[in-house]
């Protein structure tokens, strides 16, 4: 199957900081790319829609100026997390898709103190 | 009601047994439909996709579609305690009504298979 990779696996900051995760379709190109948050014992929840070399697509009650998606190419997709705080603590997920097909990738947990 | 919906469960079933999975949807548009399966602090992994009614086999797996009754199902053949996770049901909209090319999930169903 396809694969997709996601950096970093983890990671812990400050209140305040920001954070960037990078989303790689490492053996084909994807047209589309997902964001997704998932808070523990809970459902995928998806945040926004990427296609390459346009805006992202945001879900209802995401901020696009809290998380700030760029897809530069067909096989990145980044999202930035700008002045976090301990609320945007989740397991960020991202996914890659051909028309039809979504694969995953392991996802990032974040955590900010 | 919600557009995708699953029994969250747990669904415990013994080490051996056909553990079944059940998904409704509420858009009869809906054109493609998928399984993943979610362990415990990981990310979703692909197992199924059907688009056609009828069976869809793949090793213990199997996927059954119904579009006129608007339910999708997978059945897991001779469950082993490592299929222990959670099952998620996705569907790709009907592109008509504006589901564009994201996916719409279930809550899922846990599965507990049991020794």
């Known amino acids: 199957g396809a694969v997709v990779s996601q950096h970093p696996s983890w990671v812990i900051c400050k209140s305040g900081t920001s954070v960037k995760i990078e989303c790689r379709s490492l053996d084909f190109q994807a047209t589309t790319m997902f964001w997704y948050r998932q808070f523990p014992k809970q459902s995928l929840m998806l945040m926004a829609t990427s296609n390459e070399g346009s805006k992202a697509t945001y879900e209802q009650g995401v901020e696009k100026d809290k998380f700030l998606i760029n897809h530069a190419s067909l096989t990145l997709s980044t999202l930035t997390v700008t002045s976090a705080h301990p609320e945007d603590s989740s397991f960020y997920i991202c996914?890659?898709?051909?028309?039809?097909?979504?694969?995953f990738g392991p996802g990032t947990r974040l955590t900010v103190l | 009601q919600k557009e995708v919906e699953q029994n969250s469960g747990p669904l415990s079933v013994p080490e051996g047994a056909i553990a079944s999975l059940n998904c409704t949807y509420s858009?009869?548009?809906?054109?493609?439909f998928f399984w993943y399966r979610q362990y415990s602090g990981k990310s979703p992994e692909l197992i199924m996709s059907?688009?056609?009614?009828g069976d869809k086999e793949d090793g213990r797996f199997t996927a059954q579609l119904n579009k006129a009754s608007q339910y999708v199902s997978l059945l897991i053949r001779d469950s082993q305690p490592s299929d222990s996770a959670t099952y998620l049901c996705a569907v790709h909209l009907n592109w008509l009504t504006g589901g564009g090319n994201k996916l719409t999930f279930g809550t899922g169903t846990q599965l507990k298979v049991e020794l």
């Open positions: 996914s890659a898709g051909t028309n039809d097909e979504q694969f």
């Open positions: 059907i688009y056609s009614n």
């Open positions: 858009d009869r548009g809906s054109q493609s």
